[in-house]
């Protein structure tokens, strides 16, 4: 056994100073007027003065007269407490030789050898753990993609501002509309890159009275206005708007966007932040439940139209699973002979209790809840079990069934539709299926191989509203169609207007050179009819012929020769 040998005091003081020396920590010792005496290489390291610079020098390096106020009563804070307490601690910033900021936790403890004073110091630089709080802050309070302040953040400098001023705000709530189509079809990275390009155009307006500018997450964003201008107010809003009016330029593709805004005001509308931002989000549901692209304020009455929606949501689903929904036909005709040529197929709701009623009724509530492809399918099965019903009887009609981006994006959407050919003894090109412009908008490549697919499976296509987009002539150029359906609102006036008749000229003309068939749609005189008949229009639709009927009121129709000579009803 080995005898055990003490430390000597030399040796163990040169050990100290050993293991003092290569700490991570810096450590310094000051003497009794808190002048340097020595400091170890750590020190050195981290706030880049040798040894030789700091010797002699005081805690602040320059004397007091060169140091700021703020540092001087720190100085003196640190003096004062070690004089009585004889121990320091605290946490903050230290400039290092370069003028770096560096944030640290500093301890001083007072002792006293052979009766002199000293002071020993030891520093940790904690910037990796305050950078790592910072982060963690950031993630917790502001939104990752864009930078904003999130929601909490949003509600927390309302509620400030509230109880400190109580002046009066605004609460405003903005949301991008058609986000799930846009996301559908464009993908979720680029419609990131909108939502960049819209936070960026908002900031770059420099909105006067707006304090708080949040993003609640997705396509959901909360404004903080100050409102002691009101038409100023109106007036910044109005220019959030108009920032949509130019095209957003994503992968060499013009996208619009469309926002709706709800608005509440502080003290008119209550007193507490969360209760105020509920407010101006009723409001805003209120706006796009009305086809968005406006802005609406709070009232009262929007608290009973958010328990009818969701009355109206619990029916929806009752129906859909209780198969309420039923295809109504309005006969398409051959304007020369009067003969149904096909029918377009229009959605109705069977209501247990008020009737019969018509897509303004529930159509928007269907998109909001995504109920639209188990509608679309619902619809598709009745449509393809009624033409296989006619075809017994020997009609070959064909019947339109409309559809839009949200049925597109449903990866089942094709298979459904080629399931109905087999299923049912038709033929492929006795369905029509009828886009609408708003689709097409996006030009995502998905929606263009669905129409591909469908259009090599047989089925005929056509473009429903032509005229009313923002690219109609570059849709017919890029996808297959075999009609075009001339808005009604080009063949209203067009008896008495010489530029709308202009326009559906324009439209059959073009028809013919990309050998396509045209529709009219919204026929509703006896001279809207004549005329599109001597501008070569074949077919058309609208109540001058028939309005949207049931299956068995339809069939009725295809047995007896239709009446088009009569007024239509209104």
Known sequence: MTTFTPLSLSTKQQLLSELCEHLEDAVFILDAHLRYLTINSAYKEILGYKQEFLIGRPLGIYAKEFLSEKESALFKHISDTLTTEGYYENKFVLATRYGQKINCHIKFHKTTVDGNTYYLAIVRDISSTVKDRQQLSHLLNYNQLTGLPNRKVFLSQSNDLLIATGQSVVFTRANIDRYRILTNSLGQDLVNELMIEFVDRVNELELKKLICFAHFGGDDFGLLFEDNDTT???????????????????KNKNIYLQISIGISHYPRDGHEATNLVNKAEKALHYAKQQGGQEVRQYTDKMNHIAVDNLQLETELRQAINGNQFEPHYQPKVDLDTGAIVGFEALVRWRHPSRGLLSPKHFIDAI???????????????????????????????????????????????????????TQFPIHPHQLHIEVTESSLMLRHINIKEQLSALKTLGVCLALDDFGTGYASLSYLQEYPFDFIKIDKSFIADMVDNRTQKAIVQAILDLTVALDMSAIAEGIETEQQRDLLLQMGCQHGQGYWFGRPVAADVATKLLTEPLVSKQTPEH
Not at 239 to 250: A, D, G, M, S, V
Not at 387 to 403: D, E, K, P, R, Y
Request: net charge negative; charged share 20%; proline share 3%.
């Open 232 to 250: 100023m107010i109106h007036s910044e809003i109005e220019r959030i708007l108009q920032i949509c009016e130019r095209p957003y330029r994503i």
């Open 367 to 421: 998109v909001k809840h995504k109920m639209s492809f188990d509608l679309f399918c619902q619809m598709a099965l009745q449509i393809a079990e009624q033409l296989s019903a006619w075809q017994n009887m020997g009609f070959t009609q064909h019947v339109c069934i409309n559809a839009d981006a949200t049925e597109f994006g449903n990866p089942r959407f094709f298979d459904v539709v080629d399931q109905l050919f």
